[in-house]
């Protein structure tokens, strides 16, 4: 069976934003698809630790899975991608570089190791959108470009979310699934 990982933002869970619409989709198409609600993800000092083993513990991640990304759920996926094969992986409103807030320090132990992603994935893609408040789309065009994936830029849609844009589908997505 084909299978799907969705990581979701900070400050938000698993049936906020586009995931539940994503998540109908995905199964429609046959995929077994798991969006854990991320421990310490809504708290001031998240844990990518604790995120990592969490999701380790309860999901096989496998050679043909897909895994999405959003906001700090792309560094949870990059970190999932720097140990494990997988299909396809989706950075949605997602960066790469060292964070310097102090509550993301405990995502930033080690820089992101860009090689051994593009070892482990087959496709990446990075979704940005023309004016999210967060990451440009610039900053997110450079991450591709180190990752080796395939730049969507997407007109009016914020960080994705459903506060900040009234984002609850992305259909684009759906192009890049089989």
């Known amino acids: 069976m084909k299978k799907a990982l969705i990581l ?18 995905l ?15 809504g708290t001031k000092l998240p844990n990518m630790k604790k995120q990592l083993d ?3 513990k ?4 496998e050679k043909d899975t897909i895994v999405f990304g959003h906001s700090l759920g792309t560094l949870l ?8 094969p997988l299909n396809k992986m989706f950075l949605i409103a997602g960066w790469d570089f060292n ?4 509550e993301h320090r405990l995502f930033w132990k080690t820089p992101i ?36 994936g395939k730049f969507i830029l997407q007109k009016g849609k914020c960080h994705f979310s ?12 759906l192009e890049f699934l089989s």
């Open 54 to 56: 969490f999701v380790e």
């Open 8 to 25: 979701h933002a900070w400050y938000s869970n698993p049936s906020d934003n586009w995931y539940p619409w994503l998540k109908g989709k």
């Open 99 to 102: 964070d310097l807030t102090s």
């Open 113 to 148: 190791n860009h090689k051994n992603i593009k070892t482990h994935v087959k496709e990446i893609f990075v979704i940005s959108s023309d004016n999210d408040p967060y990451i440009t789309a610039i900053t997110a065009e450079d991450m591709c470009k180190r990752l080796a």
């Open 58 to 61: 309860n999901f096989k991640l």
């Open 27 to 41: 199964e429609g198409k046959g995929y077994e698809v798991y969006i854990p609600d991320l421990p310490t993800m």
């Open 162 to 173: 459903k506060k900040l844009g009234g984002v609850t589908q992305i259909p684009k997505l």
């Open 77 to 84: 996926a990059m970190r999932l991608a720097e140990k494990h």
